[in-house]
């Protein structure tokens, strides 16, 4: 079968790989309809993340249709379309149980397999899903390649950063980054009350994403945020600020903006090796800081009738729809923002 592999530093390549089989009596095959390159994937793609297996192939985004099952899945069956979070959970430990699924003892992230252990991602035609009762949903009828594809990962992930920010509908809100995934955290602060939304980039189109959907746009290389935010909430600051970049630069910014008392809710993968503010800097603040991996299984019940909603408001962030076969072009333009690309679906 074909996939997107990885061969080193922003290296992809398309090509054959084995099929994946069933390992374990709670495993399913999934052929991969659609899928899609996540900024996440850039963290290995120009090795600042590091030690993923060269041929692994890559991705955490994707849907498609049950083709195998194992003897002791229960809920799904040949047949069934499926979201799929980008990591598997068992549905049943500690933290399962608790709506933190992306911290399940048994998770793996889809499209990382170090020293020849791990999971193959989804650019690819086949998928094997582990735990796929705990892991993966049935799709509802009707419901789009694209919608399917946001709920296992950034829409999950943009609604997480927001619900853990705290939004307060009559407050001031910062959103550092304006990618896909800050598009979403906008899109979902919104949903929750968020009126005087500020976004931050430095990449034009990407701003006027951000004005279409609800936020004051700031280019941060052309203006001051912290003046703007400050002039906007009696010299304050932000009482929520929501990091969506990942760079320590932008952990650096977003920390400047929020207010003493307020939230930083970071799900920028930062793979620096210190924050960016010292804890005396977060004392003075009394800063509250939440960040991690979105648990987006236990997402999935509460987030389907807003991404049903709007789901045609949703899909245009796939500004590319292209082969997989063109993946290894479609990393390149993605990574560089070229031809105003916010997001690609993938069909293998
Ligand atoms: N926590 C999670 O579970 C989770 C899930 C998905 C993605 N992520 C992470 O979210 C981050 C964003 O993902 P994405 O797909 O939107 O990535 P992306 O790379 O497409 O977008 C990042 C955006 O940030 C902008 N940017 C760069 N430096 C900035 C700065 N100093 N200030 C403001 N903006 C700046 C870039 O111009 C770009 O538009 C990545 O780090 C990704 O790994 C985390
Ligand atoms: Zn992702
Ligand atoms: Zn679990």
């Given at each position: 079968?074909k996939?997107?592999?990885?061969?080193?530093?922003?290296?992809?390549?398309?090509?054959d790989?084995?099929?994946?089989?069933?390992?374990?009596?709670?495993?399913?095959?999934?052929?991969v309809e659609a899928?899609?390159?996540?900024?996440?994937?850039?963290?290995?793609y120009?090795?600042?993340?590091?030690?993923?297996d060269?041929?692994?192939?890559m991705?955490?985004?994707?849907t498609g249709?049950?083709?195998?099952?194992?003897?002791?899945v229960?809920?799904?069956q040949?047949?069934?379309?499926v979201?799929?979070?980008?990591?598997?959970?068992?549905?049943s430990?500690?933290?399962?149980?608790?709506?933190?699924?992306?911290?399940c003892?048994?998770?793996?992230?889809?499209g990382?397999?170090?020293?020849?252990?791990?999971?193959?991602?989804?650019?690819?035609?086949?998928?094997?899903?582990?735990?796929a009762?705990g892991?993966?949903?049935k799709?509802?009828?009707g419901?789009?390649?694209?919608?399917a594809?946001?709920?296992?990962?950034?829409?999950?992930?943009?609604?997480?950063?927001?619900?853990?920010?705290?939004?307060d509908?009559?407050?001031?809100?910062a959103?550092?980054g304006?990618?896909?995934v800050?598009?979403?955290?906008?899109?979902?602060?919104?949903?929750?009350?968020?009126?005087?939304?500020?976004?931050?980039?430095?990449?034009?189109?990407?701003?006027?994403?951000a004005?279409?959907?609800?936020?004051?746009p700031?280019?941060?290389m052309e203006?001051?945020?912290?003046?703007?935010?400050?002039?906007?909430?009696d010299?304050?600051?932000?009482?929520?600020?929501?990091?969506?970049?990942?760079?320590e630069t932008?952990?650096?910014?977003?920390?400047?903006?929020?207010?003493?008392?307020?939230?930083?809710?970071a799900?920028?993968?930062?793979t620096g090796?210190?924050?960016?503010?010292?804890?005396?800097?977060?004392?003075?603040?009394?800063?509250t800081?939440?960040i991690?991996r979105?648990?987006?299984?236990?997402?999935?019940?509460e987030?389907?009738?807003?991404?049903?909603e709007?789901?045609?408001?949703?899909?245009?962030?796939?500004?590319?729809?292209?082969?997989?076969g063109e993946?290894?072009?479609?990393?390149?333009?993605?990574?560089?923002?070229?031809d105003?690309?916010?997001?690609?679906l993938l069909?293998?």
């Amino acid at each position: 079968m074909k996939a997107l592999t990885f061969h080193g530093r922003e290296t992809i390549r398309y090509e054959d790989i084995e099929e994946p089989v069933l390992e374990s009596p709670g495993d399913v095959i999934v052929r991969v309809e659609a899928c899609s390159i996540c900024g996440s994937d850039l963290h290995p793609y120009h090795e600042r993340e590091k030690g993923l297996d060269h041929g692994c192939a890559m991705g955490h985004e994707f849907t498609g249709e049950v083709v195998e099952k194992g003897s002791k899945v229960k809920s799904l069956q040949v047949g069934d379309h499926v979201i799929s979070p980008f990591t598997v959970s068992c549905g049943s430990c500690f933290y399962c149980r608790r709506g933190l699924s992306s911290r399940c003892v048994h998770s793996q992230l889809f499209g990382w397999r170090a020293q020849g252990k791990g999971l193959h991602g989804g650019q690819a035609t086949y998928v094997r899903v582990p735990m796929a009762d705990g892991t993966l949903v049935k799709r509802p009828d009707g419901l789009r390649d694209e919608t399917a594809i946001l709920l296992g990962d950034i829409l999950a992930t943009g609604y997480f950063c927001a619900r853990q920010s705290m939004i307060d509908p009559e407050g001031v809100q910062a959103v550092v980054g304006c990618g896909p995934v800050g598009l979403m955290a906008i899109w979902a602060a919104r949903k929750m009350g968020a009126q005087r939304i500020f976004a931050l980039d430095s990449v034009k189109h990407r701003l006027e994403w951000a004005e279409r959907w609800g936020a004051v746009p700031i280019n941060y290389m052309e203006e001051d945020p912290l003046a703007l935010i400050r002039d906007a909430t009696d010299g304050r600051g932000a009482d929520q600020v929501l990091e969506v970049v990942g760079l320590e630069t932008a952990v650096r910014s977003a920390f400047e903006l929020v207010r003493p008392g307020g939230t930083l809710s970071a799900v920028g993968v930062c793979t620096g090796t210190h924050l960016p503010f010292s804890p005396v800097e977060a004392y003075d603040q009394n800063l509250t800081y939440r960040i991690g991996r979105c648990p987006a299984r236990s997402l999935q019940t509460e987030l389907l009738k807003w991404a049903q909603e709007d789901a045609d408001q949703l899909a245009t962030l796939f500004t590319h729809h292209l082969p997989l076969g063109e993946g290894v072009e479609a990393y390149r333009m993605f990574d560089q923002k070229r031809d105003q690309c916010m997001k690609v679906l993938l069909r293998p």
